[in-house]
């Protein structure tokens, strides 16, 4: 094999670390993004975080008025000096003097000598808490007349319940490692299923059911006018064991046929068993509602649609003064030290200009989607189009890939309410009446939505009938598309939406 030296020319395309920042600044959400400022403020010493003109115009008349105050208290001790005879007497001492003595704030019992506001507890213990349905369970176990060794049973079993309050694990995993025997177990299991909510630590929906029964005490048909009676009451609990499929797919002559009762009587049991709750943990869930703060709004100003960049609480970022006028006179110190600050410089310019490139390109692509889309924005969903990330792309020079991140994670705020910038883009149905345009995905789901809405609920809408009515109104679309936007929209079958009552 021999050995030859050559010489190649070629390109590639190398993307430098302050291009990977900046891509990264650019796909970056509203919360994320005020996070990696925070951390380059903390990082690099030459980064300032600009205030605002009042902040500003405030510090400043602060510190006048903190030198001026200094300086007359120095002037006054230095002219006078008092006598104990020229001080006066306790009895000439003012109210408000008392008041400074004390301390000025009366109202919460803290004078100026006591401890100051980190003292206090913060915001967070001070908000209150919900209470968790362990945290529920575990109160009324403390109440409870059991033993000490029957509530560290009861202990283990609230802490493997789960968000519903269901106990999904066997009583033997419950009880392994520790020195509790399965019969212990199970006798304080149906001490903890009396506790409230009613039908908590169940081992699957039927036994949640039948214990809200139990809890009762009564004939469950005693409201409806009929006699009690063991056929009635069993009726009930036959379709619990056995016919809840058959419940959830509304066959009640099915279940009729089995159990040798009317339908009536089915219908009837039906609506006791809709009013017990299959998941007694749901009102200890904790649904927090997280507040979206908008990148972009939208609005229309003098008959024109307006793009208007979001940049309030974010941090406003500059070059400090401070470092800037030392690195230019020369004054930096070894040359690691000004080697260190020309490269922190660097990063800053490069952050500052990183933040700037996004907020352009962000509002380039907004006004692109707004000029795509603007009867949405003038009469409503019904109107949106079909739009891809080329078209955008195509309009204002960028690559596809580029559009992909400014819409990922960004919020706009316009008349139509609190949208995402990838709902605009949206797959397109051909139109019965125009063969050239296209109907939004969009708005043809929304149209489901309104028509099974507005169905009636003892002849519920089949798929083929919802085809059939949207072709009348202009939208090519085949019977499986209906099922599958139904299905995404969270609508049931049309044999499940039947009502019989």
């Not at 995402?420 to 949206?426: Q, R, S």
Request: charged letters at 25%; one cysteine or more; glycine letters at 6%.
């Amino acid at each position: 094999m021999k050995l030859r030296l050559d010489l190649k020319l070629s390109q590639k395309l190398i993307m430098t670390p302050q291009l990977q920042q900046a891509i990264k600044l650019l796909q970056l959400s509203r919360l994320e993004l005020q996070q990696s400022l925070t951390q380059h403020l903390l990082e690099n010493p030459l980064l300032d975080e600009l205030q605002s003109d009042g902040e500003e115009n405030e510090s400043s008349s602060n510190d006048e008025k903190a030198e001026e105050a200094s300086a007359a208290a120095e002037q006054e001790q230095a002219s006078t000096v008092e006598t104990p005879e020229e001080r006066g007497s306790p009895e000439e001492f003012s109210a408000s003097g008392w008041e400074e003595y004390f301390g000025r704030d009366r109202r919460d019992g803290q004078s100026e000598y006591s401890g100051g506001s980190d003292d206090f507890p913060s915001y967070e213990q001070t908000v209150a808490k919900a209470t968790s349905l362990e945290e529920h369970l575990l109160w009324q176990l403390s109440l409870s007349a059991l033993s000490d060794r029957d509530k560290e049973v009861g202990r283990l079993i609230i802490g493997n319940l789960d968000d519903d309050g269901y106990l999904r694990i066997p009583l033997t995993e419950v009880v392994a490692g520790s020195t509790f025997t399965e019969t212990e177990a199970a006798s304080v299991l149906r001490d903890v299923q009396t506790f409230d909510p009613t039908g908590v630590a169940a081992r699957d929906l039927a036994e949640c059911l039948l214990l809200q029964l139990g809890h009762l005490g009564r004939n469950p048909f005693g409201s409806l006018g009929s006699p009690p009676g063991a056929l009635r009451g069993s009726v009930i609990e036959s379709i619990i064991h056995q016919h809840l499929k058959d419940l959830e797919r509304r066959q009640y002559a099915k279940i009729a046929k089995a159990l040798n009762v009317t339908i009536e009587e089915v219908f009837q049991a039906t609506k006791i068993i809709g009013e017990l709750e299959p998941k007694p943990g749901r009102p200890f869930t904790n649904t927090q509602n997280y507040v979206i703060v908008p990148d972009v709004f939208v609005v229309k100003n003098e008959g024109e649609w307006v793009v208007l960049l979001n940049d309030d609480g974010l941090p406003r970022m500059r070059i400090s003064p401070y470092y800037k006028q030392l690195i230019s006179s020369g004054q930096g110190g070894t040359p690691e030290t000004k080697a260190y600050m020309d490269e922190k410089l660097r990063a800053a310019q490069w952050v500052i200009r990183s933040i700037e490139q996004r907020n352009r390109t962000i509002v380039k692509v907004v006004s692109s989607i707004v000029k795509f889309q603007e009867q949405f924005f003038e009469q409503g969903v019904q109107y949106l189009k079909p739009l891809v990330l080329k078209q955008v792309a195509e309009d204002i020079g960028m690559h596809e890939s580029t559009i992909s991140r400014v819409t990922a994670n960004k919020y706009m705020y316009c008349p139509q309410g609190m949208l995402e910038l990838k709902y605009f883009f949206n797959a397109g149905l051909q139109r019965t009446d125009e063969p050239s345009s296209m109907h939004s995905s969009v708005s043809v789901r929304d149209m489901i939505k309104n028509m099974v809405a507005e169905e009636d609920g003892k002849r519920p809408l089949k798929d083929e009938e919802i085809a059939a009515k949207l072709r009348t109104q202009g939208v090519l679309i085949a019977r499986r598309t209906v099922a599958k936007y139904r299905a995404e929209l969270n609508i049931a079958s049309a044999s499940q939406r039947r009502r019989f009552f």
